[in-house]
Nanobody
Framework: QVQLVESGGHLVQPGSSLRLSCAAS????????IGWFRQAPGKEREGVSC?????????YADSVKGRFTIARDKVNKNTVYLQMNSLKPEDTAVYYC????????????????????WGKGTPVTVSE
C-alpha cells in the first residue's frame, strides 16, 4: 500500500502561481506513471496533467496547457510536483495526485484508467 500526501494548496489571487507537491511513502516513484487530477464543487473529477512511466509521454488538459507543468523531483524521487502559473478562478478545485505502476500512456492515467493509488487532495482557491 502506497500512501500519497498532497500539499501546497492555498487561497491565491488570479494571476498567481502555486506549486503543489505529492509525497509518496515509497522511496521512489520512478516505476510509476504520475498524475494530477482536480475536482471542483459540483463537477466531475478531471485529469489535469499526467506523466507516463519513464517520462516518455506527457498529457495536459487543454484548460491548463501553457500554464501548468508536471515534474518529478530528481533528488527526492518519492516526490512529484504540479507547477501552476497564471491561475484563474476556474482553477479552483481540490487537487489530487495519483500513480499507476508501469503505465506508459500518460493520457490513459489522466482518464483515471489503471490508477493504483490516490492521495486525499489539497484545496486550491483562486479568488479576489
Amino acid at each position: 500500500q502506497v500512501q500519497l500526501v498532497e500539499s501546497g494548496g492555498h487561497l491565491v489571487q488570479p494571476g498567481s502561481s502555486l506549486r503543489l507537491s505529492c509525497a509518496a511513502s515509497e522511496s521512489t516513484l520512478d516505476d510509476y506513471a504520475i498524475g494530477w487530477f482536480r475536482q471542483a464543487p459540483g463537477k466531475e473529477r478531471e485529469g489535469v496533467s499526467c506523466l507516463s512511466h519513464s517520462d516518455t509521454t506527457v498529457y495536459y488538459a487543454d484548460s491548463v496547457k501553457g500554464r501548468f507543468t508536471i515534474a518529478r523531483d530528481k533528488v527526492n524521487k518519492n516526490t512529484v510536483y504540479l507547477q501552476m502559473n497564471s491561475l484563474k478562478p476556474e482553477d479552483t478545485a481540490v487537487y489530487y495526485c495519483a500513480i499507476a505502476l508501469s503505465l506508459t500512456h500518460a493520457q490513459r492515467l489522466c482518464q483515471a484508467r489503471g490508477v493504483d493509488y490516490w492521495g486525499k487532495g489539497t484545496p486550491v482557491t483562486v479568488s479576489e
